[in-house]
Nanobody, 124 residues
Framework: QLQLEESGGGLVQPGGSLRLSCAAS????????IGWFRQAPGKEREGVSC???????KYADSVKGRFTISRDNAKNTVYLQMNSLKPEDTAVYYC??????????????????WGKGTLVTVSS
């Protein structure tokens, strides 16, 4: 069974850091572009970051300079390092895989597999 599983969410104070992980089972991530998305309460899901098979990355303007996406193909895992967290970063974070591995943007409609999400709460 092909699955993605996010981990690493939790409660953090403003200015703090978290690292989210996206682990795959049943398939290898090295031929997929991986995107991170988030959905805040009462809002639509939005793209946060994307990394394709050649390591090209893309970030939403709201997280540029604070978040870093990376992949470790040996561990079949993609990470999202989140620094300088703000209350507006509070959301459920999802990872997703796109079989069009060279995509530079990870469009939501193009993602083939999705995880179930991990909750990030930024609050004092």
């Amino acid at each position: 069974q092909l699955q993605l599983e996010e981990s690493g969410g939790g409660l953090v104070q403003p200015g703090g850091s978290l690292r989210l992980s996206c682990a795959a089972s049943g398939f290898t991530l090295d031929s997929y572009a991986i995107g991170w998305f988030r959905q805040a309460p009462g809002k639509e899901r939005e793209g946060v970051s994307c990394i394709n098979v050649i390591g090209r990355t893309k970030y939403a303007d709201s997280v540029k300079g604070r978040f870093t996406i990376s992949r470790d193909n040996a561990k079949n895992t993609v990470y999202l390092q989140m620094n300088s967290l703000k209350p507006e970063d509070t959301a459920v974070y999802y990872c997703a895989a796109d079989s069009f591995g060279i995509t530079p943007t990870c469009p939501e409609r193009g993602m083939d597999y999705w995880g179930k999400g991990t909750l990030v709460t930024v609050s004092s």
